[in-house]
Nanobody, 116 residues
Framework: QVQLVESGGGLVQAGGSLRLSCAASGSTFSINVMGWYRQAPGTQQRELVA????????TYGDSVKGRFTLSRDNAKNTVYLQMNSLKPEDTAVYYCRTVTSGRLYWGQGTQVTVSS
């Protein structure tokens, strides 16, 4: 079992910054990829924001490239999503996600609201 605990969401004005954290605990030894997804208000799909593997290689969604940076501290089993130049369309619930030993895990989600 893996538990994912997110923190760092909140309300920010357009153009501002926030940093999200996701800490994994439990059976973390086999975790490779960790990532962030988001679900915008009124939608049912979660879209990829960014993901990172244990070697530090990252993938970003097109809408956040150049503005968001994902990093990872393997010793702490924690990933950090630095979000800069935030836009109102970034408003969503952000979820941490990992897949390990063939099982998918999600965090509880953290709300990010960007006001115009």
């Amino acid at each position: 079992q893996v538990q994912l605990v997110e923190s760092g969401g909140g309300l920010v004005q357009a153009g501002g910054s926030l940093r999200l954290s996701c800490a994994a605990s439990g059976s973390t030894f086999s975790i490779n990829v960790m990532g962030w997804y988001r679900q915008a208000p009124g939608t049912q799909q979660r879209e990829l924001v960014a993901s990172i593997n244990s070697g530090g290689s990252t993938t970003y969604g097109d809408s956040v490239k150049g503005r968001f940076t994902l990093s990872r501290d393997n010793a702490k089993n924690t990933v950090y999503l630095q979000m800069n130049s935030l836009k109102p369309e970034d408003t969503a619930v952000y979820y941490c996600r990992t897949v390990t030993s063939g099982r998918l895990y999600w965090g509880q989600g953290t709300q990010v609201t960007v006001s115009s």
